[in-house]
């Protein structure tokens, strides 16, 4: 078995700025019912949870579709999950995501001003989720 090695920094830099962790950061805490909304309740649990010689792609492609990908992906950084797709996220991804996480939630003030400012609707045609 192989550790899995620490972010660098710029890859934790990246990790702040992506999309998805700006969503899960807004929606983290928004809506506890989450897991019953999830699109991935009517497919085999297996599409996420891949081996690590497999690719992810469709488990992604569907959590992209899904209305509550922040909030799954917020919770996933919450416990520090490591295995399988939530949230669009790779678990690969979510490592550097989860230094930028920490550093983000333990800092809510600036949490708060800095989604202020941010234009939502922009964030999430990025992340695929306001089309159609
Ligand atoms: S984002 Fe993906 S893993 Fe999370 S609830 Fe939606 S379909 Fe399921």
Redesign the pocket.
């Known amino acids: 078995m192989t550790r899995a090695r620490m972010p660098r920094p710029h890859e934790v830099a990246a990790a702040r700025r992506d999309p998805r962790l700006v969503r899960a950061l807004s929606e983290r805490d928004l809506d506890p019912t ?2 019953t ?5 009517s ?1 085999d649990p297996e599409t ?1 949870f891949p081996a690590p010689s497999e690719p992810a792609d469709a ?1 992604v492609a ?2 992209r579709t ?4 922040g ?3 917020a919770w996933a950084l919450d416990v520090g999950d490591c295995h ?5 996220t790779t678990p690969r991804e979510r490592r550097a995501m989860l230094v930028a996480w920490r550093s983000e939630v333990h800092s809510a003030p600036y949490d708060a001003e800095r989604l202020a400012g941010m234009n939502v609707l922009r964030v999430l045609e990025q992340v695929g989720a306001a089309s159609g």
């Open positions: 989450w897991r909304r999830g699109l991935c309740q497919v996420f488990a569907l959590c899904c209305d509550v990908q909030s799954c992906l399988g797709v939530w949230g669009a």
